[in-house]
């Protein structure tokens, strides 16, 4: 979405006693997974031209949607909204077999731009559900990359929602069970729903590996830091946006006198600042860095000009392209080598 003359916030220089200033959260912003989904949905208009079918939105961010449209691809809920043979792109959140089965039976070019470490989720619960394990699946219902889990071994999966479930959670075997967990939700929340599930299931497995994603652990633990000392913080990130959302939770569980998300720094209210003297800011794993930097200007047009940033950890992780682009892009490679070598 292309940004709209005058509708940004204009805050005013509310005074406040002492310097103004902006704690800047890092890391913050897009992730690995969100980074190589977008690309992928770009690649896919520039090898196909358009359209490019995308099921659900590919990434939690309304500006990242609006903004593929503008390119040509178009969202759709379910495959079968699609034209037979046409190319759709899976969501980075992931999709049960039965949405790749009604993909294939309708004749359509999938390309599977689930984030891998969704992907890892699916296959733990795959070989738990061979090994006839029940699996607490900790997340939310509803949630897209929730569904496509549970949709890898529907009748092993038992969903937990919060800590409060868990004294209406029953299993058939308490020596066989084991837990897995949405990759986006709060790390604390998390643990404290394992912490209440162990007390029901002594024997209660964990995975083998940490399924909360390190981008979200990363941008959790970097606006604690930053939320202990702010008087307001701001989260840019879309309402179903889960790790935007847990990052507004943890700020206020962390300190910070109030907290806030806009999926636009136009949202941005003039009474949050009363008395604000110290305003963090960070976005959610699919948030483009355009956004963030759109709101640093308005806050420095109300006095906020000294800009910190509160680093906590360094990320570099890099993920290739969906194979079906890969295999796609080196047969185009391919042909073009072998057309030059004709030619000479």
Same mark, same amino acid.
């Given at each position: ?45 520039? *090898? ?55 993909? *294939? ?32 699946? +900790? ?29 209406? +959670? ?46 979200? *652990? ?15 913080? +701001? ?110």
């Amino acid at each position: 979405m292309p940004r709209i003359p005058g509708a940004r916030a204009r805050l005013k220089n509310t005074p406040v006693q002492g310097e103004k200033k902006v704690l800047l959260a890092a890391p913050r912003g897009y992730c690995a997974g969100v980074d190589r989904a977008v690309i992928a949905v770009e690649k896919a208009l520039e *090898q196909y031209g358009s359209p490019v079918y995308v099921r659900k939105q590919i990434v939690h961010n309304i500006h990242v949607v609006s903004e593929l449209e503008n390119k040509g691809a178009i969202f759709v809920d379910e495959v079968d909204e699609v034209p037979p043979g046409a190319h759709i792109v899976f969501s980075a959140h992931g999709v049960s077999p039965a949405v790749v089965n009604a993909a *294939q039976d309708r004749g359509l070019l999938a390309i599977d731009a689930t984030c891998p470490l969704v992907t890892k989720v699916h296959r733990e619960a795959v070989r738990f559900a061979r090994d006839d394990f029940e699996i607490l699946l +900790i997340g939310h219902e509803g949630h897209e990359e929730v569904e496509g889990t549970a949709g890898e071994a529907p009748d092993h999966v038992t969903l937990v929602n919060s800590p409060d479930d868990v004294p209406n +959670i029953h299993v058939k075997d308490p020596d066989k069970v084991v837990w897995l967990s949405q990759t986006t939700l709060s790390v604390d929340e998390t643990m404290e729903t394992v912490r209440r599930l162990r007390e029901r299931f002594p024997n209660l497995q964990d995975p083998p590996s940490d399924d909360i994603c390190y981008a979200t *652990q990363n941008r959790q633990v970097a606006i604690k830091k930053v939320a202990q000392d702010s008087d307001l913080v +701001i989260v840019v990130g879309s309402a179903n946006s889960s790790n935007s959302v847990r990052l507004v939770e943890v700020a206020l569980e962390y300190g910070a006198k109030a907290a806030y998300r806009v999926d636009y720094s136009h949202e941005v209210k003039q009474e949050w600042f009363d008395g604000v003297k110290t305003v963090g800011v960070t976005s959610g794993a699919s948030v483009p860095e355009e956004l963030v930097q759109e709101l640093l200007e308005d806050l420095a047009t109300a006095g906020y000009l000294d800009v910190e940033q509160v680093k906590t950890a360094e990320e570099d992780l890099m993920f290739s392209l969906p194979k079906e682009l890969r295999t796609n892009l080196k047969g185009q490679r391919e042909a073009r080598a072998l057309g030059g070598r004709v030619s000479s």
